[in-house]
């Protein structure tokens, strides 16, 4: 199956600084890729979709301008949480999609655990 | 609004017993609905999806667009089944998916 690694997984950082989470699709090109908060306890919730070359489209609510995404090549989506503050600590996932004919499955990383102090 | 609403955040279960987590769904088109699951330290994989119409490690899901449901069944559950289940929907077509609070299913020997 498709391999989806993060990068850190686990990351603590000073409020007030930035923090760069990537997404990398390890055995395959993901023209798509999705960011996800998932607070103690509760469900995913999309942030935002990656698409490659262009900008991602974010969810309503999510601001674009402290959580910036980049899905400069196939392989490859990093998500920046900017001036981080304690509220943003939270687990982040990215998946991306593979397709096989044409049905398409989401894989999913492994999370990013950020804490903000 | 869409929503997906799976009401046991728990649900306990002896080795062997049938096992049915329920997920109820609001959408006004045409959704895919699917089920994940995450293993203990592992990362959510899918489990199935309904367009399928398979029979995942014993497990099936039949979509009930009267009831808006889509109840994921296993006869006779396995200690290697606990594991936290999350029921998810997604627009025909689109590539947004809203997942369910999720259901932590324990089977006990």
């Known amino acids: 199956g498709a391999v989806v690694s993060q990068h850190p997984s686990r990351v603590i950082c000073k409020s007030g600084t930035s923090v760069k989470i990537e997404c990398r699709s390890l055995?395959?090109?993901?023209?798509?890729m999705f960011w996800y908060r998932q607070f103690p306890k509760q469900s995913l919730m999309l942030m935002a979709t990656s698409n490659e070359g262009s900008k991602a489209t974010y969810e309503q609510g999510v601001e674009k301008d402290k959580f910036l995404i980049n899905h400069a090549s196939l392989t490859l989506s990093t998500l920046t949480v900017t001036s981080a503050h304690p509220e943003d600590s939270s687990f982040y996932i990215c998946?991306?999609?593979?397709?096989?004919?044409?049905?398409?499955?989401?894989?999913f990383g492994p999370g990013t655990r950020l804490t903000v102090l | 609004a869409q929503r997906v609403t799976q009401p046991e955040k728990l649900l306990s279960v002896f080795k062997g017993a049938p096992v049915e987590l329920k997920c109820n769904y609001s959408y006004s088109g045409s959704p895919e609905l699917f089920w994940y699951v995450q293993y203990s330290r592992q990362r959510l994989q899918l489990l199935l999806r309904?367009?399928s119409r398979e029979s995942i490690k014993g497990f099936t899901a039949d979509l009930n667009k009267g009831e808006t449901s889509f109840h994921l069944k296993k006869p006779f559950a396995q200690e290697e089944d606990s594991a936290m289940y999350y029921c998810?929907?997604?627009?025909?077509?689109?590539?947004?998916?809203?997942f369910g609070a999720g259901t932590r299913l324990f089977v006990k020997a």
């Open positions: 055995d395959f090109q993901a023209t798509t």
């Open positions: 309904h367009i």
């Open positions: 998946s991306a999609v593979v397709w096989r004919g044409s049905t398409d499955t989401q894989y």
């Open positions: 998810a929907l997604r627009d025909t077509g689109g590539f947004k998916t809203i």
